[in-house]
Structure formats: C-alpha cells, structure tokens
C-alpha cells in the first residue's frame, strides 16, 4: 500500500494510537480503490447512506440545496478525511457530495464499519473522533461567519485550509492548492463573488494573502491570526487524554 493509500491510517491515528489489528482492519475497508471525476457525485441529497469513503487523493465537498434550487458549500474534504461518516446513522442523506477534483477513493459498505468497530473499539472511537473533528470544524466556520466581515471570513477559511493540509504534509512553506472557485468560495462564506474578488484584492494589497488560480500564499501569519482571532489548537484532531488506552 502506497503513501496516498495510507492517507486515512495517517489520519485517524492524529487521533488515537492505532494497533496492527487497527491497521489491518482499516486496509480491508482501503482494498477497492476507485479513481472518480472532478464534478462526480459519491452521492445525492435523499440517497440512503450505504457506502462511506475514504479519500486518497483529490477533493471533495458537501453542499445542501435548498426548496429553491441554491447551494450552500458546507465542508471540504481533504485526502485522508472520512467522507460520510457524520450521515452513516441517518435514514437518508441530508448533504449531496460531490469531487472538487480528479481523485481515487475507496467505497466501503457500512456494514463493514460497523463490524470492523465491532472487532475494534479503539477503532471505533477514532471514528467517532473523526466525526466529531470534522463538525467542529464546520461549527468553528459557521462561527466565524456569523461573526466577522468579509476579510475575517475569507482570511479565516484559508488558515483552516493550511493547517488541515499541514496535518498531512501537504503545504509548502506558507503556500498550498486551493482548487476552489471564487463561485465555492461566495456559496461556503455567505459573498457574492464580486466581493470575494474585492477582498482578495484587499488582502494581497495589505500583505496578508496572496491568491493564484488554483493556490494560496500566507503571508503574514500573525497578522492574519490577529484579524481572524484564528486558533490553530482548534482544529487539532488530538483525542481527549481521559479516552486514551
């Protein structure tokens, strides 16, 4: 198994040390993988959760549409996230999920989540905590839109992105892909597009971002902490040390 196929080992032991059962049981739920398309769908609002994913390589993101045909953006997954895990107990899908870009994920029904939690509980907690990780990192978003301006909220969102990509020594330096539109960005931060365009502007004239086609340059760290009230330990996907064996 290649290093993009370890993507979700690397993942999930951030939260919890993993035994070589543990990664044993985790290459059968990573053993078909599958390349998909930018713009495919894993699945559709309605769907009923049978499958769950792990995400080699590319990305995704979740979007809900609402009575009257708009998108809303509300999660981004990144290689070695859990793509689905928060609906696996739902009767239906509440989200649809679709590629940002080309990638390789690897189905898994979800019974065989539930067998391999089963045979592991030191596994099951650790995709407990994944979920978890991953709807406070919505929270902490949702936060921050419905607290700051424009500048804050854009600014925000790309030290959420850098430090999730470092996690999985994907950054380099202060730069890392961004592959998303200004059309996602507007639809995740509550802005039209114009005003996303304003603000990167904005941010690049002040020396705190700079944004190329498909990537993003931090330039100022501190200043941008400052502006956002960002705290990096809340994305951390360290476990509780009272859950720990």
Excluded at 100 to 120: E, I
Excluded at 155 to 182: C, M, N, V
């Amino acid at each position: 198994m290649d290093t993009q196929e370890c993507c979700i080992k690397r993942s999930l032991c951030q939260h919890i040390e993993l035994g070589e059962e543990d990664l044993l049981l985790l290459e059968e739920l990573e053993h078909a993988p599958k390349e998909v398309e930018r713009r495919s769908q894993l699945w559709k609002a309605g769907d009923v959760p049978e499958m769950l994913y792990t995400l080699q390589r590319g990305w995704a993101y979740s979007f809900h549409c609402s009575k009257g045909g708009s998108r809303q953006v509300l999660e981004i997954f990144l290689p070695g996230d859990l793509i689905g895990i928060r609906e696996v107990t739902f009767n239906t899908h509440y989200t649809g999920v679709e590629m940002l870009t080309d990638g390789v994920v690897c189905p898994f029904p979800v019974q065989s989540l539930r067998r391999a939690c089963q045979r592991s509980s030191t596994l099951g907690l650790a995709m407990h905590a994944s979920a978890s990780h991953q709807q406070a990192v919505i929270t902490e978003r949702l936060v921050n839109v419905l607290s700051h301006d424009a500048k804050s909220r854009i600014a925000h969102f790309a030290l959420e992105i850098y430090y999730r990509l470092e996690r999985i020594h994907a950054t380099d330096g202060g730069s890392f892909t961004l592959p998303l539109t200004q059309r996602l960005f507007s639809l995740m931060l509550g802005l039209t597009e114009v005003h996303v365009s304003r603000t990167l502007t904005d941010l690049a004239e002040e020396g705190l971002i700079h944004k190329r086609r498909n990537a993003i340059r931090i330039l100022d760290f501190e200043r941008l902490s400052v502006l956002t009230g960002f705290v990096p330990e809340h994305c951390s996907e360290a476990i509780n040390p009272l859950l720990r064996g």
